[in-house]
């Protein structure tokens, strides 16, 4: 496995990933409607303007196996004064789950975050259905700082936990 910085080539890859993600996580919490008929659409025009036009503080790696996508994160750096760099999305395929590519991934991401914001930390947002992300991210030294609602792309309002690292090296081992 490899990973790599993802290019506007990879765009429809990741919004593929990222809806079956959702799809798997998701069902119950976004409406059936939005995630097996919109998603995909909807998914695919954000992760094209993503990576044809990123903003200048946004990373996003993916992990592959030859040719195949097996996981990716989306890191924007030092995105808030209190929290620091924000990792927006992190997602692994189902069938390699478990093998460690999200701890990779997001210990590329603290990489990164330490080498640009050595004093900064990092958070991201885990929705509250979401009970394995949880699991995954308190294994990993993520603390609970609040919540937030996310207004999902589907008009739905999902109130979603705040995990934080107060330091990016935490992630690094």
Same mark, same amino acid.
């Given at each position: 496995m490899q990973i790599r910085f993802a290019t506007a080539?990879?765009?429809?890859?990741?919004?593929?990933?990222? =809806? %079956?993600?959702? %799809? %798997?996580? $998701?069902?119950g919490t976004l409406s059936d409607h939005y995630l097996d008929e919109l998603a995909l659409a909807e998914r695919s025009q954000i992760w094209q303007r993503r990576l044809s036009a990123p903003a200048a503080n946004q990373r996003v790696w993916l992990a592959c196996d030859d040719k195949l996508l097996l996981g990716f994160c989306c890191l924007y750096l030092a995105q808030d004064a209190q929290w620091g760099s924000y990792l927006d999305n992190l997602h692994v395929a189902a069938n390699a789950q478990g093998l460690g590519i999200g701890t990779r991934l997001m210990a590329t991401a603290a990489v990164c975050v330490q080498a640009e914001y050595i004093k900064q930390g990092l958070y991201l947002y885990c929705n509250q259905s979401n009970t394995s992300g949880q699991y995954f991210y308190r294994q990993r030294g993520g603390q609970v700082c609040g919540s937030e609602i996310w207004h999902a792309p589907d008009g739905s309002? =999902?109130?979603?936990?705040? $995990? =934080?690292?107060a330091s990016a090296a935490e992630l690094i081992k």
């Open positions: 080539n990879d765009a429809d890859a990741i919004a593929r990933l990222h =809806v %079956q993600s959702w %799809q %798997q996580t $998701y069902r309002a =999902v109130k979603a936990w705040r $995990y =934080v690292w």
